[in-house]
């Protein structure tokens, strides 16, 4: 069965950080390319950053320089550090990963950004 569980959501103040996760369990990891989304009230879900499984990297030009997506194959795990963080990155925070049509999403981890 595949799992993915996203962690690290939470309340912070503007300027502040978070680091999500994305532990990955029943696929081969290495092997997927993963992607960050999130979805705001009344937005549509929208891609954050992606990473593929050669490590190529690509990000939303909203959190160019302050995200940062990365990957630990060996722990089946995916992370996206957030820096600078500010009210409009409030949003559900979900994971994919995805190998040709294969695709999985995590359910989703809360990120609000306020004072």
């Known amino acids: 069965q595949v799992q993915l569980v996203e962690s690290g959501g939470g309340l912070v103040q503007p300027g502040g950080s978070l680091r999500l996760s994305c532990a990955a369990s029943g696929i081969t990891f290495s092997m997927y390319n993963m992607t960050w989304y999130r979805q705001a009230p009344g937005k549509q879900r929208e891609v954050v950053a992606a990473l593929t499984s050669g490590f190529m990297t690509n990000y939303a030009d909203s959190v160019k320089g302050r995200f940062t997506i990365s990957r630990d194959n060996a722990k089946n795990t995916a992370y996206l550090q957030m820096n600078s963080l500010k009210p409009e990155d409030s949003a559900v925070y979900y994971c994919?990963?995805?190998?040709?049509?294969?695709?999985?999403w995590g359910k989703g981890t809360q990120v609000t950004v306020s004072s």
């Open positions: 994919n990963v995805a190998l040709y049509r294969i695709t999985y």
